[in-house]
T-cell receptor, first 112, second 108 residues
Framework: GAVVSQHPSWVICKSGTSVKIECRSL??????MFWYRQFPKQSLMLMAT?????????EQGVEKDKFLINHASLTLSTLTVTSAHPEDSSFYIC????????FGQGTRLTVV | ELKVEQNPLFLSMQEGKNYTIYCNYS?????LYWYRQDPGKSLESLFV?????AVKQEGRLMASLDTKARLSTLHITAAVHDLSATYFC????????FGKGTRLHILP
């Protein structure tokens, strides 16, 4: 199947700093990618839909200014968590769709 | 708004037993997915169901889809400990929405 790669797999940052997470489709082009957040023992919650060459579409309740999404090419979307706080600590997963949805390996963010 | 409901949310069962996880969804959809997630890991795709009456099997797992009832099932046959994980159904309606997941614990 197609491969979606996320980087980094885990990151620890200080409160107040910003963190960037990359999501790449390695062997196909994706005009649309999706970003999810998962808290411990909970399901995946869709945060936003990333659209190549245009603005992302955010789900209700997700702060656009806090979670900046850039989809500058057909194989790369980035999620930047700005001014991170401990409550932003979570598992972030991206996906891209070809014939079906393919998910990245996830990024565990810990804000201390 | 699309809603996806899974039940049960938690299931503890003995090895060798059979059980079924149910997934109901609220609006029509083009496809339904079943995923497995192990602790600390991302999602592993199990099945993609595209049409009414679709049935797919892989090992001890079998998934089915009834689009008229908006219901999918994941059936586990003769469970083994290695199947312990969290199982999610997800429905695709331009964006993929997940159920809450079923934490499956299989006792040896």
């Amino acid at each position: 199947g197609a491969v979606v790669s996320q980087h980094p797999s885990w990151v620890i940052c200080k409160s107040g700093t910003s963190v960037k997470i990359e999501c790449r489709s390695l062997d196909f082009q994706a005009t649309t990618m999706f970003w999810y957040r998962q808290f411990p023992k909970q399901s995946l919650m869709l945060m936003a839909t990333s659209n190549e060459g245009s603005k992302a579409t955010y789900e209700q309740g997700v702060e656009k200014d806090k979670f900046l999404i850039n989809h500058a090419s057909l194989t790369l979307s980035t999620l930047t968590v700005t001014s991170a706080h401990p409550e932003d600590s979570s598992f972030y997963i991206c996906s891209a769709q070809l014939t079906e949805a393919f998910f990245g390996q996830g990024t565990r963010l810990t804000v201390v | 708004e699309l809603k996806v409901e899974q039940n049960p949310l938690f299931l503890s069962m003995q090895e060798g037993k059979n059980y079924t996880i149910y997934c109901n969804y609220s609006t029509t959809s083009d496809r339904l997915y079943w995923y497995r997630q192990d602790p600390g890991k991302s999602l592993e795709s199990l099945f993609v169901l595209l049409s009414n009456g679709a049935v797919k099997q892989e090992g001890r797992l079998m998934a089915s889809l009834d689009t008229k009832a908006r219901l999918s099932t994941l059936h586990i046959t003769a469970a083994v400990h290695d199947l312990s994980a969290t199982y999610f159904c997800a429905v695709d309606q331009d964006k993929i929405i997940f159920g809450k997941g079923t934490r499956l614990h299989i006792l040896p």
